[in-house]
């Protein structure tokens, strides 16, 4: 049974940085893109970067040089470095992966539990 298990979160003030953790368990497969979300009270989830298996990063521009999402496959975790924080990355952020055959065909997805950031002003 693959399990995420999402670490790191907490209250820090604006201008702060936070480094959230994923811890990955049930899979074997590396083929795996590793994903963090965030949602806020009311808004939709959103999509804040991802990072394939060979290290090919993506990021919302909100986040952009500030965020580095990165991912250590000898450990199965993924990372999500966040500095110079402000009031509206206040959010739950959530892992996920979602897994992929060696030929490329999109799998099953896998998401964690959440961990709250709250960024004071």
């Known amino acids: 049974q693959v399990q995420l298990v999402e670490s790191g979160g907490g209250l820090v003030q604006a201008g702060g940085s936070l480094n959230l953790s994923c811890v990955v368990s049930?899979?074997?497969?590396?083929?795996?893109?590793i994903g963090w979300h965030r949602q806020a009270p009311g808004n939709q989830r959103e999509l804040v970067a991802t990072?394939?298996?060979?290290?090919?990063?993506n990021y919302a521009d909100s986040v952009k040089g500030r965020f580095t999402i990165s991912r250590d496959n000898a450990k199965n975790i993924g990372h999500l470095q966040m500095n110079n924080l402000k009031p509206e990355d206040t959010a739950g952020y959530y892992c996920?992966?979602?897994?992929?055959?060696?030929?490329?065909?999109?799998?099953?997805?896998?998401w964690g539990q959440g961990t709250q950031v709250t960024v004071s002003s």
């Open positions: 996920n992966i979602v897994v992929f055959s060696v030929c490329g065909v999109r799998g099953s997805e896998y």
């Open positions: 049930g899979t074997t497969s590396m083929r795996h893109v």
């Open positions: 990072i394939s298996s060979g290290g090919s990063t």
